[in-house]
């Protein structure tokens, strides 16, 4: 098959592009500094001619409200109008657990709307929501950080390693359309400051994690049930403890 990755030099993306190549398909990894810009819609149709497959693995570079809800908007419409003209059969998008409980953030609001037109498409779709990435703690620890200590909630996660999201999804992209959603999670449940601060003692980073059940996530409210997935997700192998200690050097 071939199968185009919009998105494909990002951290899915790159992962992505390599395991559907191990599996023998032609793979395109799409994105502007390869030519191809979804919001431009700049080599878009070359890069979709003759494709059955789309994987949606790109991220806004502002996540700024406006510019991120333009961003998934623009990209989302081009991208869809595009595909029907090439006759694409099936479009896989990788979104995020709990989208709609997290809507008091400018990012969430514009998932949604990316998975909206993607359900209004017409075109043969699975939705793939995954969890926080590992990768993705160290912004986590970022956002709740003032000075030497890091605020944040306890709210229970179950976040999942990149790889283990990349392998999900080149499953989904050989298989038929779900035209529904599926969620991935890593293997345990963890809670947030908690897993802020064994990423922060692994680093030997000196910050403090401060639990404070008034934190937000990203600007959001969050409790227990915001941000781990339903009943029966697809979990990913990889735990916490393993990808820490191989993924921090030691000192
Ligand atoms: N972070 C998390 O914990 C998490 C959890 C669940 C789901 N997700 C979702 O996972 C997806 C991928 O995230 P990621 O961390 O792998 O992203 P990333 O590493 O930031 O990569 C972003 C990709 O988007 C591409 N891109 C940017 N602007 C584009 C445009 N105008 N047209 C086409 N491609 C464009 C970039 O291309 P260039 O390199 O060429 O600029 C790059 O390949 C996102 O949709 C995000 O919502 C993330």
Redesign the pocket.
């Known amino acids: 098959m071939k199968i185009v990755v ?8 790159k992962k992505l592009v390599s395991r559907l190549g191990e599996r023998g398909h032609e793979v395109v990894a ?5 030519g ?5 819609g700049e080599g878009l149709s070359q890069a979709l001619a003759g494709a059955q497959v789309v994987v ?6 502002s996540w700024e409200d406006k510019a991120v809800l333009e ?1 998934f908007e623009t ?1 989302g419409r081009n991208l869809l109008a595009a595909e029907k003209v090439a006759g694409v059969r099936h479009h896989v ?5 709990g989208t709609e409980r997290l809507l008091a953030s400018g ?1 969430f609001r514009a ?1 949604m709307a ?1 998975e909206n037109l993607i359900k209004a498409s017409g075109i043969p779709y699975t939705i793939v ?5 590992f ?2 703690v160290e ?1 986590i620890a970022q956002f709740g950080t003032d000075a030497q200590t890091v605020r944040l909630p306890s709210a229970m996660m179950q ?1 999942i390693v ?1 790889d283990d ?1 990349a392998v999900a999804l080149a499953d989904v992209a050989i298989t038929e359309p779900l035209n529904g959603m599926v969620e991935i999670a890593g293997p345990e449940p963890i809670r947030m400051d908690e897993l802020v601060r064994r990423f922060l003692t692994a680093r030997r980073d000196s910050r403090q994690v401060i639990t404070d059940p008034q934190a937000r996530y990203y600007g959001v409210p969050v409790n227990d049930q915001s941000l781990v997935p339903g009943n029966h997700p697809r979990l990913g192998p990889t735990r916490f403890a393993d990808w820490l200690s191989r993924s921090i050097p030691k000192a």
Do not use: W
Request: hydrophobic fraction near 40%.
């Open positions: 919009i998105g494909g030099s990002g951290l899915i993306g799409a994105s502007p500094s390869s191809v810009n979804t919001v431009t949606d693995v790109a991220n806004a570079p961003f990209s998008a990788l979104s995020v657990v990012y998932k990316q929501r995954a969890t926080q990435f990768e993705f912004a976040p990149s999201v």
